[in-house]
């Protein structure tokens, strides 16, 4: 069985992006929708019918790869909302005589790009074949031709001893509310010469403030850490706001039935009586006293820390 290699690259969800080695990659999709169909890169320009329908047709795309991909790697069939489609590509997959081996499959140019393949198969004579699972209601040849081809070179850079035989697309969706569309399209991959030259000129199209950005990105471990920092945050903002409300509907219950301590085998509650309480006011005091105020002054180390907070 070919063993695929690891191409070190990291993807990060929120916010997305790939990362090499400390270092920010850009997805080859949006070169492909600058040259093909531009409007598609600001969806906030497009007409609310139309940016209400890509939306609703995306999140029915992500969850159809993700069952693919759990249906490959853990061999879960039911239990995904998607068992028409995973019926689907079990029977694609057996009319091609394709042996699906990896699944959202990192790759990577070294350089600039990198991008998850959706599907790596071997065939029947044990040949490398690439699909990409496609949900939308329409195909694009000239879309996946350079889409593919592109992920043939990253495939080819990150695995120098496996070759690329060919590659298919399979076009799969069964709204509900739609008529279901189940086919495959045997894709015609562009030259390599086509495809270098093609993401050279999207190199190219990029500022020079982009690129910049691209070098001095967030490195990888601190883009995680900041995410799960905020994961973090906002669930002890949540919970604090949730400990308050308690305790102020706790406090009203205590005054309603009289009570000033309870406990359990899970809490101790204690009601404290409202008081006047003291504090000194050392800002005013330095300001009108500044040499008694020094001879009393303090100094001590501070170890040093980071400060966090939620945009």
């Known amino acids: 069985m070919i063993k695929l290699r690891d191409s070190g690259v990291v993807f990060i969800e929120q916010p997305r992006g790939y990362w090499l080695g400390g270092r920010k990659l850009q997805g080859i999709t949006k070169a492909i929708q600058r040259a093909l169909n531009p409007e598609m890169l600001d969806l906030d320009n497009l007409p609310a019918y139309r940016r209400n329908n890509t939306i609703v047709a995306g999140r029915y795309g992500s969850k159809v790869h993700k069952a693919i991909q759990k249906y490959i790697e ?20 057996q009319a091609n005589g394709l042996t699906p081996i990896a699944s959202e499959y990192l790759v990577t140019d070294y ?44 495939f080819e850079l990150v695995n120098p001893d496996y070759k690329v035989s060919r590659a298919l697309v399979f076009q799969i969706n069964m709204r509900e ?29 990029w500022s020079t403030d982009v690129l910049e950005k691209t070098k001095t990105a967030i490195p990888a471990p601190i883009q995680t850490l900041m995410s799960n920092l905020k994961t973090v945050k906002e669930s002890l903002d949540k919970y604090k706001q949730m400990e308050k409300e308690f305790s102020t509907r706790l406090l009203e219950e205590f005054n309603k039935y009289g009570l000033d301590k309870l406990e359990n085998e899970d809490l101790i509650i204690s009601k404290r009586n409202s008081y006047v309480r003291e504090s000194f006011d050392s800002k005013r005091f330095k300001e009108d006293h500044p040499e008694l105020y020094n001879g009393y002054r303090k100094e001590s180390i501070v170890n040093e820390s980071i400060a966090i907070r939620l945009r």
């Open 74 to 93: 853990e061999d879960e069939y039911f239990g995904s909302g998607c068992v028409n489609e995973l019926l689907a590509f079990t029977e694609f997959c």
């Open 177 to 205: 509310d739609k008529e279901p569309i189940n086919k495959t399209h045997k894709v015609k991959l562009k030259s390599k010469k086509f495809i270098k030259e093609f993401y050279e000129n999207e190199v190219k199209f």
């Open 111 to 154: 350089k600039h790009f990198a991008s998850a393949i959706d599907i790596v198969c071997v065939d029947s004579e044990g040949k490398v074949v690439l699909v990409d699972t496609k949900t939308s209601r329409s195909y694009n040849k000239e879309h996946c031709s350079i889409q593919l081809g592109k992920y043939r070179e990253m």
